[in-house]
């Protein structure tokens, strides 16, 4: 199965609720991906960001459950986790999210899988939290490694 | 952790003012306004409910957070969007979605190395086939 076409992933930033959507599709059937999403030892492999080492501190992956992960590199570590509020095999998972730096911002997160046919799927997960504001520096903080420099181009620009 | 985090208190105080300055949903639509071109103030109070003073207000924040300028010398002082603060939002986005598509990718390679579950139809690992 020489697939070579990937497939890009979109962002959307809601207009109307604080709410970030990212979707992609994945030449996988249903029940892979979401065992990847599912199953500790999978997710380790593939969550964090590179040059990051995850580990899973806790996976109790089951309606009413919950999670914490910690990724460490040269400068620290930091810790993230949440709860599993509702999981639907091939289906759905809810799911709570917050870093633990910030323990105060949670985000409520969706990740819908949808069975595409033909061993695709397209996963749509929404993360949604209390203020533009907050989902605004969420986007922004997601760039932990390159976002230095827009700093410094943001500086420039303030200071004028 | 606090090293990294530290080290760019500085640069998140800035980036706060914008993204405060952008959580009202009035300066949003300013916003969104100006992109179409220069307005004055009384020319952006019109569709709204509010006083020209409040419109005044909103358009004072934007230009504390660097969003938008007034010109000094033109008498009718029409607001400017600064759009290069706009050009490095739109960066922000897209290196997040770089990071999430980064992340995807590895998703990608595993899920093309996990054999297939038995409920699957084919037991034999499909996507390993190729691969040494």
């Not at chain 1, 609720?17 to 065992?35: C, G, M, N, Q, W």
């Not at chain 2, 639509?29 to 207000?57: C, F, M, W």
Request: aromatic share 8%; hydrophobic share 35%; with cysteine.
């Amino acid at each position: 199965m020489a697939t070579t076409t990937r497939h890009e992933t979109t962002i959307e930033l809601d207009e109307r609720v604080p709410l970030v959507r990212i979707t992609r599709e994945f030449d996988a059937p249903v029940s892979k991906v979401y065992r990847a999403h599912t199953d500790p030892d999978l997710i380790a492999q593939w969550l964090g960001p590179r040059g990051l080492e995850t580990t899973i501190d806790q996976w109790d992956c089951r309606t009413g459950g919950s999670y914490r992960f910690v990724q460490r590199d040269d400068e620290g570590e930091y810790a993230f986790r949440g709860c599993f509020h509702e999981l639907r095999p091939d289906e759905l998972i809810v799911q709570t999210f917050t870093f633990e730096g910030m323990p105060d911002g949670v985000a409520l997160e969706k990740l819908t899988f949808e069975d595409l046919g033909g061993g695709r799927t397209r996963l749509v997960t929404t993360s949604l939290v209390d203020s533009f504001e907050d989902r605004d520096a969420f986007v922004a903080s997601g760039m932990e490694v390159g976002v230095r420099e827009g700093y410094e181009r943001l500086d420039e620009l303030l200071a004028r | 952790m606090g090293e990294a985090l530290r080290r760019s208190d500085h640069d998140e105080e800035r980036l706060s003012k914008v993204f405060a300055a952008l959580a009202d949903p009035t300066r949003r639509d300013i916003v969104a306004r100006l992109t179409t071109g220069d307005h004055t103030v009384n020319e952006l109070a019109e569709p709204y409910d509010v006083t020209v003073q409040a419109v005044s207000k909103h358009v004072k924040v934007l230009e504390d957070a660097g969003l938008v300028r007034r010109s000094r010398e033109a008498q009718r002082r029409p607001v400017h969007l600064e759009a290069e603060v706009f050009d490095l939002m739109t960066k922000w986005i897209e290196r997040y979605r770089r990071q999430v598509e980064e992340r995807y990718r590895r998703l990608d390679a595993l899920l093309d190395e996990m054999p297939d579950d038995p409920g699957d139809g084919d037991a034999a690992p499909r996507d390993t086939a190729n691969t040494p």
